[in-house]
Each structure stands twice: as structure tokens, then as C-alpha cells.
Antibody
Framework: EVQLVESGGGLVQPGRSLRLSCAAS????????MHWVRQAPGKGLEWVSS????????VYADSVKGRFTISRDNAKNSLYLQMNSLKTEDTALYYC???????????????WGQGTQVIVSS | EIVMTQSPATLSVSPGERATLSCRAS??????LAWYQQKPGQAPRLLIY???TRATSIPARFSGSGFGTEFTLTISSLQSEDFAVYYC??????????FGGGTKVEIK
């Protein structure tokens, strides 16, 4: 069974940094691209960032470009999201998601972790 | 950027009835479209990919159709567990990989 377990969320002041982690199991991690998707309280889903199987290909939403960095460690079956210069509008539940199909391209999202909450507030 | 628009925002349906949800893309995404279901307090779950292929373990009452810019998710006979929010997502030209705003299916 595929499992994705996020950690690292919490309460942080605007302008500070936070690093999210996602521990993956139940599948061959380096066979798939991975993603971060977030959901602000009471709002819809917003794609944040994606990374190819080898980490060579990364893409970001405009809202986080230049502030967030996605990375992975295939030896540790782990995905990361380094979030710098956090803003109040980054407050959301952050989901770690496995690509449903591809190692190189980005497709549908399946499955999803349970999420880790990030609250940016002074 | 491809913008995904879902309608209606809320759909009131009686159990056992058919529900039809729409998703429109601002430009063609071919068949590169997925549907997700999200229940309160839960992570989203993949229902449909490639516009019409049901994901593993998804009941046959869920079906997807469409190509290009117009897509439909149909739930043939609503069960109590189907009342939830549904999102579409394209994966054609990225970034970004965008979602629609969601359709809430509620009990009538």
C-alpha cells in the first residue's frame, strides 16, 4: 500500500522559513515524479510544485516561485519543500502527492498524503 | 495558463438521482484531465484520469467524458457516501497544473 506521510508544518511568523518533509513507502519512489499541492482553509486545491524522478526537472506556481524549493532524496524515499519568506497567504494544508503515471512528465495526482498544516501569522 | 472552470458551484441532488458536473478548460487540454473527490476532513481521492478512465477501486457509477475544452463527471445514482466536493485538474501544458474551483454535491 502506498503511504505518504507529511511532517514539518507548524505556526511560523511572516518572513520566516519552514521545511516540509514527506516520507514515502509502498512503491518504488524513484519511478515517479512527485508534487506538493495546498489547500487554504475553506478553499479549493492549489498546485504548488512538482519534481521529476531524478530531481532534474522542477516547476513552481507563480505564487511561490523564488521563495519555495522542491527537492527529493531517492535514497531516503523522501520529498521536501523548503519554504522561505513565508506570507500569510501561504497558510494552508500542504499535501504530498505521488504522480499517477510518470517519472519525467507531470500528470494526475494519486495518491495523496493526509497533509501537514502550515500557519503563517504574527 | 490554462484556466479550469467548474459548474455549478453547488449541486443539490437526492440520493439515487443522477448528478452531472461540468468542467471547462480555457483552451484545449485534449484528454489530459482528471477528477477528484474530497470529503470533509479528508485528502482528495482520484476518481478519473485521461478524461474517462476510472481509477482503481472507483465504482462504476462514476463516469467521465469529454475532450478538448468540455468535460463531464457523471454519478449515475448518488449514494450517501458520494456527497462531497469534486475537482477537475488538467495536466496538459504546464506549469501550472491547475484545478477547477470545485463543485459541492449536497443532499437535496
Amino acid at each position: 500500500e502506498v503511504q505518504l506521510v507529511e511532517s514539518g508544518g507548524g505556526l511560523v511568523q511572516p518572513g520566516r522559513s519552514l521545511r516540509l518533509s514527506c516520507a514515502a513507502s509502498g512503491f518504488i519512489f524513484n519511478d515517479y515524479a512527485m508534487h506538493w499541492v495546498r489547500q487554504a482553509p475553506g478553499k479549493g486545491l492549489e498546485w504548488v510544485s512538482s519534481i521529476s524522478w531524478d530531481g532534474a526537472g522542477t516547476v513552481y506556481a507563480d505564487s511561490v516561485k523564488g521563495r519555495f524549493t522542491i527537492s527529493r532524496d531517492n535514497a531516503k524515499n523522501s520529498l521536501y519543500l523548503q519554504m522561505n519568506s513565508l506570507k500569510t497567504e501561504d497558510t494552508a494544508l500542504y499535501y504530498c502527492v505521488k504522480d499517477g503515471y510518470s517519472a519525467y512528465d507531470f500528470s494526475w495526482f494519486d495518491p495523496w498524503g493526509q497533509g501537514t498544516q502550515v500557519i503563517v501569522s504574527s | 495558463e490554462i484556466v479550469m472552470t467548474q459548474s455549478p458551484a453547488t449541486l443539490s441532488v437526492s440520493p439515487g438521482e443522477r448528478a452531472t458536473l461540468s468542467c471547462r478548460a480555457s483552451q484545449s487540454v485534449n484528454s489530459n484531465l482528471a477528477w477528484y473527490q474530497q470529503k470533509p476532513g479528508q485528502a482528495p481521492r482520484l476518481l478519473i484520469y485521461a478524461a474517462s478512465t476510472r481509477a482503481t477501486s472507483i465504482p462504476a457509477r462514476f463516469s467521465g467524458s469529454g475532450f478538448g475544452t468540455e468535460f463531464t463527471l457523471t454519478i449515475s445514482s448518488l449514494q450517501s457516501e458520494d456527497f462531497a466536493v469534486y475537482y477537475c485538474q488538467h495536466y496538459y501544458k504546464w506549469p501550472p497544473l491547475t484545478f477547477g474551483g470545485g463543485t459541492k454535491v449536497e443532499i437535496k
